[in-house]
Antibody
Framework: QLHLQESGPGLVKPSETLSLNCTVS??????????WGWIRQPPGKGLEWIGS???????NYNPSLNNRVTMSIDPSKNQLSLRLTSLTAADTAVYYC?????????WGQGALVTVSS | EIVMTQSPATLSVSPGERVTLSCRNS??????VAWYQQKRGHTPRLLIY???TRADGVPDRFTGSVSGTEFTLTISSLQPEDFATYYC?????????FGQGTRLEI
């Protein structure tokens, strides 16, 4: 059974960069045709797609994030990573990593990130 | 960007009722849609993908269907554990987008 676990800072200052990791257990992150994503949810609000990365490394990002996002895969650690720059309070959210088949079939438990000075 | 519009935003219902949730897309062609259930304080859970295919372990009281640009999630007989927020999601084109959610409340 595949399990995803996000990790990272719970509090980040405005204008700084957020780095989150997602550790995958129960399977290889570079298994053939594996596809991964990040989604976020501001407190009390709906879901927003951040982007997705294929096991070979090619990725797609949400244009609404204005080129602030980078995703990568580290096969040696079986980890998926998210980097989001120039943070503002609007980036405060629960960040989920996910295993995808285009739809999302497995979600991580989520990591709350608060952007505040 | 494909906009997914869910209605209603909130629905007051009772256990045992039949419920129909709607999700319309902003395009005129068929798109790929999934449905997720999110209980308060919990992670979303996949219910339906490809508009009408039930995910593993999902009870058969949940049914997805499509007619034109309208996608529907029907719960045939509401159970107490079904009170949650439901989101539709299109994965037809980038950027993937979600509806704003429909919350079922007693």
């Amino acid at each position: 059974q595949l399990h995803l676990q996000e990790s990272g800072p719970g509090l980040v200052k405005p204008s700084e960069t957020l780095s989150l990791n997602c550790t995958v257990s129960g399977g290889s992150i570079v298994a053939s045709n594996s596809y991964w994503g990040w989604i976020r949810q501001p407190p009390g609000k709906g879901l927003e797609w951040i982007g997705s990365v294929y096991y070979r490394g090619n990725s797609n990002y949400n244009p609404s994030l204005n080129n602030r996002v980078t995703m990568s895969i580290d096969p040696s650690k079986n980890q998926l990573s998210l980097r989001l720059t120039s943070l503002t309070a609007a980036d405060t959210a629960v960040y989920y990593c996910a295993k995808m088949h285009n739809w999302i079939d497995i979600w991580g438990q989520g990591a709350l990130v608060t952007v505040s000075s | 960007e494909i906009v997914m519009t869910q209605s209603p935003a909130t629905l007051s219902v009772s256990p045992g009722e039949r419920v129909t949730l709607s999700c319309r897309n902003s395009q005129s062609y068929f798109i790929h849609v999934a449905w997720y259930q999110q209980k308060r304080g919990h992670t979303p859970r996949l219910l339906i993908y490809d508009a009408s295919t039930r995910a593993d372990g999902v009870p058969d009281r949940f049914t997805g269907s499509v007619s034109g640009t309208e996608f529907t999630l029907t719960i045939s007989s509401l159970q107490p554990e079904d009170f949650a927020t439901y989101y539709c999601h299109q994965y037809n084109s980038w950027p993937y987008t979600f509806g704003q959610g429909t919350r079922l409340e007693i």
